[in-house]
């Protein structure tokens, strides 16, 4: 349904296909990164460890994946063993906001699409802040909020929330500027955010034609109301990118 990386993608034109825009959007992401100096990265919210896989054979650096989802580390594995790389990435069954790792130990603290599932963003970034080295990077990319949205927006449509909820999980969207605010009050110095809503927003469409091409298999697992409640969820989506409330963004700062 979402294709390899599990993410969004960052479409350059309209001849791109999802998975060279899902590809875009990590390189898009390291481009903002100071490359040579990357040794180590830690992965927060690794999924199934495909981005992982793929920041070790771009970056020849070693990587840590953490997620809080036993399936996710479990499987994460597998796919690692199938490309002989056990000594090269290293998957954890870690909290994000309580990871107990040592302080000042990756260059970079990658977290891609995740944040938008923690309650107490603060304590995800000042976390991730801990275990950095000095000069290191926090990139981020997720759903954010273009415009803080009003009462009367969330009560009249507080049913296709629920309809969002049901297909992407209970989620806590911010706006951009929050996350700006997270990151200073974790005293992170070069902060920059990049507004990409518009490359982005096409990403649904391609879900959609994933779902209607595997039906037959995909409703083989999932009950025909949960197919039903993601396409309608897909919908939703592009029509808030369309009205300008949801947006994507991707924020980085380096620790001093």
Not at 1 to 7: C, D, N, R, Y
Not at 34 to 55: E, H, P
Not at 173 to 190: C, G, P, V, W
Request: net charge negative.
């Amino acid at each position: 349904m979402l294709g390899e990386h599990f993410h969004w993608g960052y479409f350059k034109n309209d001849q791109e296909d999802l998975q060279s825009a899902t590809v875009n959007l990590i390189d898009l992401m390291l481009s903002q990164l100071k490359l040579d100096q990357i040794k180590s990265v830690i992965d927060i919210g690794c999924g199934i460890g495909n981005t992982s896989i793929y920041l070790r054979e771009k970056l020849n650096c070693e990587v840590t994946g953490i997620s809080n989802s036993p399936i996710g580390i479990k499987k994460a594995q597998e796919n690692i063993k199938k490309k002989n790389y056990e000594d090269k990435i290293n998957f954890q069954l870690r909290d994000a906001t309580n990871n107990q790792l040592a302080d000042g130990i990756f260059d970079v603290c990658w977290l891609l699409e995740m944040s938008h599932l923690i309650d107490d963003k603060q304590l995800l970034i000042n976390e991730s802040s801990r275990i950095l080295k000095s000069g290191g990077e926090i990139i981020l990319c997720d759903l954010m909020f273009n415009r803080k949205l009003k009462a009367s927006e969330i009560f009249n449509n507080k049913e296709d929330l629920i309809k969002l909820e049901s297909s992407f999980g209970k989620a806590r969207i911010e706006e951009m500027s929050a996350y700006q605010k997270y990151f200073e009050n974790a005293n992170l110095l070069d902060i920059e955010i990049t507004n990409i809503s518009e490359q982005v927003k096409p990403t649904t469409e391609f879900w959609k034609e994933n779902v209607m091409k595997n039906y037959d298999l995909i409703s083989a697992s999932l009950p025909k109301q949960s197919i039903d409640n993601f396409l309608i969820s897909c919908d939703l989506l592009s029509k808030y990118y369309s009205e300008g409330a949801w947006g994507y963004g991707i924020i980085k700062g380096r620790k001093k």
